[in-house]
């Protein structure tokens, strides 16, 4: 019985019709050739690679660092690259699927924000001491930070396990309530400080204990990208990848910004 599909009651053999195939068998050089050829890579098989990790958080970077100099000679588009990047930021994480149009939207709006916050530190003074040449010094910390993670990640030095996995969502958790309060603090408190509860010392180690969270969060970073190129995640997680490596590195700069503003500036 025929079917309503046009496409099926036209081809032989949905139609009741069959059609006589004279195919020879493949000889056994055939069949040797076919053994012999080399496995299909990961690029044709559409499945993530290194290279594809790479290239996609190249494209990011480049946006955002476009994006960073926007930011850098119009500083009053600062506020808004944060609210949007924040947005952006938010539905890029709970998103099932990876979106390169979004992901590229965050980089340039945060890129925005990054700009706009890196001019206001490097032309400020906190307690008469001028600020100037802090973005070059936070540049080559976060370069730094980032190699020694990668160093220990793939060293082996530093492995991602369950416990450690369970430990670094914990002190994250643990750090956003922190900085909420302390932002809460800023805006509503009476101290004068320009960063709340993290002044002095106190902030000095906050601040350590920030770049070293970050870290954990990019071999976290390096352990997905990893795990993902060994599971045969598709192509498109790449860009997950790209986003997540921004995503940190972003945060890792800012906290050495902040980290050595408070360090000159006492």
Not at 143 to 161: D, E, N, P
Request: aromatic fraction near 14%; proline fraction near 3%; charge should be neutral.
């Amino acid at each position: 019985m025929q079917g309503n599909n046009p496409i099926f009651s036209r081809a032989e053999g949905f139609n009741g019709r069959h059609a006589t195939y004279d195919a020879a068998a493949p000889s056994a050089e055939e069949l040797q050739n076919m053994y012999a050829a080399p496995s299909a890579t990961p690029v044709q098989t559409g499945r993530m690679t290194y290279d594809d990790v790479i290239m996609k958080t190249g494209i990011t970077f480049a946006v955002l660092l476009v994006g960073a100099v926007i930011g850098w000679m119009n500083t009053g588009l600062t506020f808004i690259g944060l609210i949007v990047g924040l947005v952006l930021g938010l539905v890029n994480a709970f998103k099932r699927n990876p979106s390169p149009a979004l992901i590229l939207l965050y980089a340039g709006f945060e890129g925005l924000f990054v700009g706009g916050i890196s001019n206001f530190f490097e032309n400020t003074a906190i307690s008469g001491r001028p600020l100037d040449g802090i973005v070059a010094q936070a540049v080559l910390g976060t370069l730094g930070v980032f190699a020694a993670a990668l160093f220990a990640y793939r060293s082996g030095r530093v492995r991602v396990t369950p416990k450690f996995r369970r430990g670094v969502l914990i002190a994250l958790g643990g750090y956003a309530i922190f900085s909420l309060v302390n932002l809460l603090f800023m805006w509503f408190g009476s101290s004068d400080s320009a960063f709340g509860f993290r002044d002095g010392w106190f902030g000095v180690l906050i601040g350590l204990f920030a770049v070293g969270l970050a870290s954990f969060c990019l071999i976290l970073d390096f352990d997905f990208i990893e795990q993902g190129v060994k599971q045969g995640l598709p192509a498109k997680f790449a860009w997950t990848a790209a986003f997540g490596l921004t995503v940190t590195l972003v945060w890792l700069y800012l906290e050495i910004l902040r980290l050595l503003a408070i360090l000159r500036g006492e």
